[in-house]
């Protein structure tokens, strides 16, 4: 089975996600956010396109249903409840029961248009979730589900990003093992080999990639430097955020 | 000063090189057998954006001044002299004196498209010479002759690839140490932490980089094995070919 890690979204040609297990990452943040969310009790997250899409969805559900959250360019967005920083999306109290209609700067659109590139299920996975995602795609992929397994990492308007090429290298890793421990033979292509090697490189060291990758520099200039701590931290969630096309949630 | 690396070629936004110093990446095999056809006493290289341009450029020569090489998808193209494998270079007496005018799928158009993306002349790099060219960055650049640097991965068919990413994350670390010991002080991107990451998972290990890529698989399946163990082979030359908007020749 071929594996991929495709390093910044624009890097796969037509066609060649159709039918393949993939995962979207987002480190910083919006992935680290979905899934601290739905661990505190959201009942749903749906990622949107745009500001308009978001704010469209929350005024068809009824009153105190839903939830607006995100940011543009890393900043709040008038009239949103919340922004994307996972720590306010911590709290039981606030996201328990809601739905949330989330837009993000690069997450949201890599997790629609992922979507609509395999046309299946996508797993959401962040550094706190990534062993739980892994085995959740070593099980449908050693069930005979994927032709292939890709994961795609949202970057930085367009371009590779460290952290989430960290955290691919990581899930890419802990599948290619699992699937090898079910007998099944894989390959991995460049985009990767590449990950899984500079995730080796780093081994140990997830916080100082976050907080030296140009949109951690980024973050803690506007005033989010313990995100970079939360969001460097492995496996704390046994969650697998699964997006069905309308929206995400826990797998079960 | 700002270090990059452009991870596949079209990861670069409108104005983002100029004025930059650009060195370009093409491992397997164009940027390797310009190397060697230079050392080897070709008088210069002309990188072509097509099959047309090359035997147009090569048809206004007197007789016997030119030679046409290169290839296209990994193979030999009708009525050109030369492929693209660079031990049909390493003989003198086939190339001495002899104007190139060359064709490869990636490393070509790369090299091209890069000269006008930066407006100045481009450095040629390949895992044979990259000391050399990362000592002669460091020159230019501690000479106040850039804004900033970065080193392209021509990649393979707009994807990224292994043996490119490796060779580009050694000369980034070579020129980031070159430059600190000269007292400027460099910050890397993200795309120059990844490569330099990259090649320092892989450190002491080229061949086997090349041996495992998409494109190495691929070249040994055509017959181009021995080509793996030499465009591997780290410094065997002390060459800094330069793209001059016109033609390629190494810099005295």
Redo the contacts between chains.
Sequence with gaps: MELDVI??P??Y?EDELRDRLCAVVDVLRATSTITTALVSGASAVHPCLDIEEAKGGAAKMGDGQALLGGEERGKFIPGFDLGNSPLEYLSRETVEGKVIFFYTSNGTGAIRRTYEACGRPVYIVALNNISSVASAMVSAASAGKAEGIAVLCSG?Y?????ED?LCAGMVIDRVAVGLRDNGIITQM???A??AA??A???EGHSFE?LS????GRYLKTIGYSDDLEYTSRLDIYDAVPVFDGQRIVLSS
């Design positions: 390093i910044a624009t890097l040609g930085r367009g371009k590779p990003s460290t090429l292509v460049d985009g080999s590449i090697g500079f080796a490189a780093n990639v030296s990758s140009v949109h």
